[in-house]
């Protein structure tokens, strides 16, 4: 199985700074593009920020400036720095990833998803 694992959430004062981590693990021969999505309270997940393999980013217009996706393909792991959190930021985390695996060329894979709250 591939699994993509989460970390870094947690609380934090508007105007603060977090870090998620996203590694994925298991039996892959690659990843395509991985992003990180966001779901608050009663609302649909939306899309924050994406990475392709070559390292172009794309992010959501409420995060853009303030949030940073990155990627380590050594370690095939994604990163979010999140700086001027603000309180409508909180929501759960969710990484996503491409992957491509001996039973699919390319399947779609999403992290457990991680808590940030924002207080304020």
């Known amino acids: 199985q591939v699994q993509l694992v989460e970390s870094g959430g947690g609380l934090v004062q508007a105007g603060g700074s977090l870090r998620l981590s996203c590694a994925a693990s298991?039996?892959?021969?690659?990843?395509?593009?991985m992003g990180w999505y966001r779901q608050a309270p009663g609302k649909q997940r939306e899309l924050v920020a994406t990475?392709?393999?070559?390292?172009?980013?794309n992010y959501a217009d409420s995060v853009k400036g303030r949030f940073t996706i990155s990627r380590d393909n050594a370690k095939n792991a994604v990163y979010l720095q999140m700086n001027s959190l603000k309180p409508e930021d909180t929501a759960v985390y969710y990484c996503?990833?491409?992957?491509?695996?001996?039973?699919?060329?390319?399947?779609?894979?999403w992290g457990q998803g991680t808590q940030v709250t924002v207080s304020s």
């Open positions: 996503n990833a491409g992957v491509f695996t001996a039973r699919a060329p390319l399947s779609d894979y």
């Open positions: 298991g039996r892959f021969f690659g990843i395509n593009a």
């Open positions: 990475i392709t393999t070559g390292g172009s980013t």
